[in-house]
């Protein structure tokens, strides 16, 4: 009759403890919600985003929600709150328009690595004979390409800047030949396969750039704009939110031949298990990304 009694306090206290142990995982999981991070089903955007995620799951130990979606819906979800950011904002050219538009309500985190699009030539093709685009209207170089573009799907923003590159090049002759991605590169390396010429419509970062020696054309006239970075982009305040997270994406980056061999390897496996594999070979890079994380943290919160 009298161990009851004694019992009880002892009982009693013990559950408190498990309470307050409770509560307070409660808390710190209520305090850090999961980051959101927005991507579009880009290769280079899929691996660089999952790569991210396995960072900051690792490092921080902080949960992370992908969601896909359009591009333009994807800066009106951030420009909302609806998403934390999104890896793959490509300026100062290519998603002006989106950032122009929605600046205010955003931040930039920071470059992560850089790309182009232009039109391309294996290296097979002399560069004495074929180094710009307006080389294309010497007669001998049309002949040899048979007066044809080889582009990807037919409408898309690349395709349009080819028409326009057509009339203000005066490229007389020439006619764009749309199928899709993999009909673009498999007519390019069967015409290789027969020591044929081709200009394709291309674009990096691309497994393709891997698979062939490629050069892009010089392009007088900028119509295809050039060089690009790909930033990340954040909701306005997440920096102050999330200075941790903040710091990571301000000093993460990918060096552009990795990234390219990584689609390359993706294309014959899976992004899921060339991330994991890349992450493994390469984690004191990744760790010396957080390595000030802790210290910005404390310094930047109220």
Not at 34 to 49: F, H, K, L, Y
Not at 72 to 83: D, R, S, V
Request: hydrophobic residues 40%; proline residues 6%; aromatic residues 10%.
């Amino acid at each position: 009759m009298n161990a009851y009694p004694l019992y009880r306090p002892k009982a009693y206290a013990w559950l408190c403890g498990l309470a307050l142990i409770a509560s307070s995982a409660l808390a710190q999981s209520a305090e850090k919600p999961p980051v959101r991070i927005g991507w579009v089903n880009w290769s280079d955007t899929e691996i660089t985003a999952k790569l991210a995620k396995t960072a900051l799951e690792d490092h921080l130990k902080r949960p992370v929600k992908m969601v896909q979606a359009d591009i333009g819906i994807q800066f009106q979800a951030m420009a909302n709150g609806n998403i934390d950011l999104i890896p793959m904002v490509w300026l100062p050219n290519t998603h002006k328009g989106f950032w122009d538009k929605y600046q205010d309500q955003l931040e930039d985190l920071g470059v992560l690595y850089e790309g182009r699009i232009g039109w391309a030539v294996p290296e097979t093709v002399p560069i004495s004979e074929v180094a710009s685009v307006e080389d294309l209207n010497k007669p001998a170089v049309r002949e040899k390409l048979a007066g044809r573009i080889l582009t990807s799907e037919a409408g898309n923003g690349q395709y349009k800047l080819s028409l326009k590159a057509i009339d203000e090049y005066k490229l007389t002759g020439y006619k764009l030949v749309a199928s899709s991605e993999t009909g673009m590169l498999t007519e390019m390396d069967r015409g290789l396969k027969r020591g044929q010429w081709a200009v394709i419509n291309a674009w990096n970062p691309h497994w393709m750039f891997s698979k062939y020696k490629l050069r892009y054309l010089d392009e007088p006239k900028g119509l295809f704009g050039g060089a690009e970075q790909i930033h990340a982009v954040a909701r306005k305040g997440f920096s102050q939110e999330n200075p941790d997270v903040a710091y990571f994406f301000a000093h993460y980056s990918l060096p552009l031949p990795e990234l390219q061999a990584l689609m390359m390897k993706a294309k014959e496996s899976s992004v899921d298990a060339v991330v994991a594999q890349y992450y493994a070979d390469n984690k004191p890079r990744f760790t010396a990304m957080f390595e000030q994380a802790a210290q910005t943290a404390s310094t930047t919160q109220p």
